[in-house]
């Protein structure tokens, strides 16, 4: 029989290769996926609204993609207003729509509605002592649902965002909504986080846990070739002559945890004191802008960089677009990158750019972004990432090519890749889980 490996995930593989889909599980275990043996067999099981079930497309004969189709209005629910308006933004530290009722109103049913349907689906679909490997925060719930219909299976939940210290839960509804997801974690066999700060923060809440940290991976080459092949798209053709420089670059989406406003706020001052180059702010585009706190956001972007424009014209390039190949360009030829968010699981933008650009560009990460425990030795890292004084300074030092010394070349960055971090999550299976081959 061939090995059958099952995947519970938030999307299903579509066969085109999107920006917003690049850092998602569906990318990297497709990709690590690819390179697994021809016999190898892969069950996907997500969740969809019923409009979208026929817009699936086979991407590998290996693969078989099966939906819980979900009506648009509860589906909603599930992801706009439970996972990205309450649970995203308790486990970013941003300010959440909590309420008392948050864990019992009707937009939490709706929630652990989805949550059954995909743990049934599962549970009917997957093969007897399957390795079922459960990512992400909105499919936490179909855990202990899917531990309680099959005790045979081996459950490895993979969690890719950060997750606070319990110091930093301060009022009594986020401290409930984080015991509570912390509980259903229980079911799990091991559980997955992208760095080591979310393990040391994720085992204040639960100390016994049995967290494990793997890096996603990238493909170097992959990336190069993607870069390559937009060398005729917009900010290849937007920037050009040495008016621009140095560029700048930050990408993702208009998420408040990412900090690109406070990072405008910055630049459009520096840009008032007379700083030269270009910030370029390649945002992908996302269905969180029905979310007030996300739509707030982006509101607030376009808004600064509206004002560093006034100041000086062209100073600040705001492109809202769905194109990997563009995004990955600019991270290739910008003079340098800034990932500051204020929480980041483990930014791949940040990894990109290291596995894309030269020993020359200058890479600002926040410390609070996962990657930064891996790119620390090429970087110059902002521990606080909410002081404006900090990243001006890093900037502004990054501007003038005198940020410190790197301690060694990008070269000697041994970047994961998609394998390694699938291997790793199999070998967690065997390690912790139930299942028998």
Not at 350 to 369: F, H, K, N, P, Y
Request: proline share 6%.
């Amino acid at each position: 029989m061939p090995a059958i490996d099952v995947v519970v995930a938030d999307r299903y593989p579509s066969g085109q290769s999107s920006l917003s889909e690049r850092g998602s599980l569906v990318a990297v275990v497709m990709r690590a996926f690819a390179n697994a043996s021809p016999d190898q067999r892969l069950l996907w099981l997500s969740p969809c609204r019923e409009e979208d079930l026929s817009s699936r497309t086979p991407v590998d004969p290996r693969l078989t993609v099966e939906c819980a189709p979900v009506p648009r209005g509860v589906y909603d629910a599930y992801y706009l207003t439970v996972g990205a308006a309450r649970i995203w933004t308790v486990l970013h530290g941003l300010a959440a729509e909590l309420r008392e009722t948050s864990l019992t109103d009707d937009a939490w049913q709706q929630f652990l509605t989805v949550n059954r349907s995909v743990a049934t689906l599962t549970a009917s679909h997957a093969p007897i002592r399957s390795r079922i490997t459960v990512h992400d925060y909105t499919l936490l719930p179909a855990v202990p649902e899917i531990r309680r219909l099959r005790p045979d299976v081996s459950i490895v939940y993979v969690h890719h965002t950060s997750w606070p210290h319990s110091d930093q839960a301060q009022d009594l509804m986020t401290r409930n909504l984080l015991q509570h997801l912390v509980r259903m974690m229980a079911a799990a066999d091991a559980v997955v986080v992208s760095a080591q700060q979310w393990r040391t923060n994720l085992q204040t809440w639960a100390p016994a846990a049995p967290v494990n940290v793997v890096a996603p991976g990238v493909d170097p080459e992959e990336l190069k070739q993607q870069a390559l092949a937009a060398a005729n798209g917009y900010w290849a053709s937007t920037l050009g002559g040495d008016s621009n420089r140095p560029v700048l670059a930050a990408v993702g989406r208009a998420d408040p945890s990412k900090n690109f406003d406070t990072l405008l706020k910055i630049w459009a001052g520096l840009v008032r004191e007379g700083a030269p180059g270009t910030l370029c702010l390649h945002l992908t585009p996302t269905t969180r802008g029905a979310v007030a706190i996300y739509r707030a956001c982006a509101e607030s972007l376009y808004r600064w960089a509206a004002e560093a424009n006034e100041y000086r014209s062209g100073s600040v390039r705001l492109f809202e677009r769905q194109s990997w190949g563009d995004a990955l360009w600019l991270l290739q030829n910008a003079d340098i990158v800034v990932a500051c968010s204020l929480a980041d699981g483990w930014n791949l933008v940040a990894v990109e750019a290291c596995a894309l650009g030269t020993d020359a560009q200058r890479l600002i990460l926040s410390s609070q972004v996962g990657a930064a425990e891996l790119l620390g030795p090429i970087a110059c890292v902002v521990h606080d990432p909410s002081s404006e004084a900090e990243i001006t300074q890093a900037i502004r030092a990054a501007i003038e090519n005198r940020l410190r010394p790197n301690s060694m070349f990008r070269k000697q960055i041994l970047l994961p890749s998609p394998t390694d971090w699938w291997d790793r999550i199999i070998e967690l299976h065997h390690r912790f889980g139930r299942s028998q081959d």
